[in-house]
């Protein structure tokens, strides 16, 4: 038997628990694991609150990203013993995840552990710093680079702005920090922010084209805050969106892209090819400074996630949640 947290809805009565559950009653997959660590995701917490329609079948055991090892494995990609990394896929949502001590999974769905991160510190990371290195790698795909001037992060406190702002700084960028929490200036600024502003500058409608600051803008939160990010970008420049924080509504117009050159990359972290995945992992492997990683995590075992999905909910952490699923 396994603990694991398990979401049910029976004649719309919804419940959430940490039970314990037979290895039998596990998905179909071609490889098993011992997870050792997941997280806990804005998904995650609309799942586990029953805030949002993103369970897609009943039960469900939620948690979009895993750590562990393979103790059973029919993949070529993988052996016994293998450490490896779950991020997305559709896990937690059609499929069983990681909120659990054990999972079976699709092969194709993971990628090797890099070495020098253990399975917590990668949970540490979890899907918002690798969409964070998505974000990033989108940019410098585009051309940006650190002389072409400042590069503007919203939702800073968050786990994608969290990182997003590292890996820039690390890379050389001036970072500012869009942030609705001036008390977490000092955190942004340990980060590597060299300047820190308030989201209500942000939040509500501007004019479609604004004076020109930012070379780059990495983007969480979606509606008013990245339109008028889109209008404050620089001739040439380019955004990169990958949340919806603020709403799913862009109340924008084509200006910024037809007179002043600037681009719109999407960036999907949860189908992503597993070469895109590869490659951000190599980044967060090469530029994630581990000692920050404690300064952006808080730990909790699996019994805390509902408190910890309605804290995340109601907009009053900061930076990422890891479950030790063990304790």
């Not at 410098?140 to 702002?165: I, K, M, N, W, Y």
């Not at 001036?182 to 820190?196: N, Q």
């Not at 400074?289 to 404690?294: G, P, Q």
Request: net charge negative; proline share 5%; glycine share 10%.
């Amino acid at each position: 038997m396994f603990k694991a947290l398990l979401l049910s809805k029976e004649a719309e009565v919804f419940s959430a628990k940490v039970t314990e559950l037979d290895p039998l009653t596990l998905p179909a997959g071609d490889v098993e694991l011992d997870v050792e660590f997941s997280t806990l995701n804005y998904k995650d917490a609309l799942a586990i609150a029953n805030a949002s329609p993103i369970v897609r079948q009943w039960p469900m055991v939620p948690g979009v990203d895993g750590a562990g090892v393979v103790t059973a494995s029919a993949h070529p990609d993988f052996k016994l013993g293998d450490r490896v990394v779950l991020n997305g896929w559709g896990v937690g949502e059609k499929h069983w995840g990681c909120l659990s001590q054990k999972a079976r999974l699709n092969g194709d769905w993971l990628i090797p552990l890099p070495a020098v991160f253990s399975s917590e510190q990668a949970m540490s990371i979890g899907t918002a710093g690798y969409t964070a290195a998505l974000c990033v790698l989108a940019l410098e795909q585009h051309g940006l680079r650190p002389a072409d001037g400042p590069v503007l992060v919203t939702g800073a406190t968050g786990g994608v702005g969290s990182f997003a702002v590292s890996l820039l700084a690390r890379a050389g960028y001036q970072v500012t920090a869009l942030t609705g929490k001036p008390e977490a200036a000092d955190y942004l600024k340990h980060l590597g922010a060299s300047d820190v502003l308030d989201r209500q500058a942000f939040a509500a409608t501007g004019k479609p084209l604004q004076k020109e600051i930012w070379a780059g803008v990495i983007d969480s939160a979606g509606s008013h805050t990245l339109a008028n990010a889109c209008a404050q970008v620089r001739y040439g420049g380019a955004v990169a969106a990958c949340g919806l924080a603020q709403g799913m509504d862009f109340p924008s117009t084509v200006a910024p892209f037809i007179l002043r050159g600037v681009a719109l990359y999407g960036v999907d972290s949860v189908m992503a090819p597993k070469a895109k995945r590869l490659a951000a992992w190599a980044r967060l492997a090469a530029d994630v400074d581990v000692s920050t990683l404690d300064l952006v995590t808080t730990k909790i075992g699996l019994t805390d996630c509902q408190h910890a999905a309605a804290t995340i909910l109601a907009g009053k952490h900061q930076g990422r949640y890891v479950v030790d699923v063990n304790v």
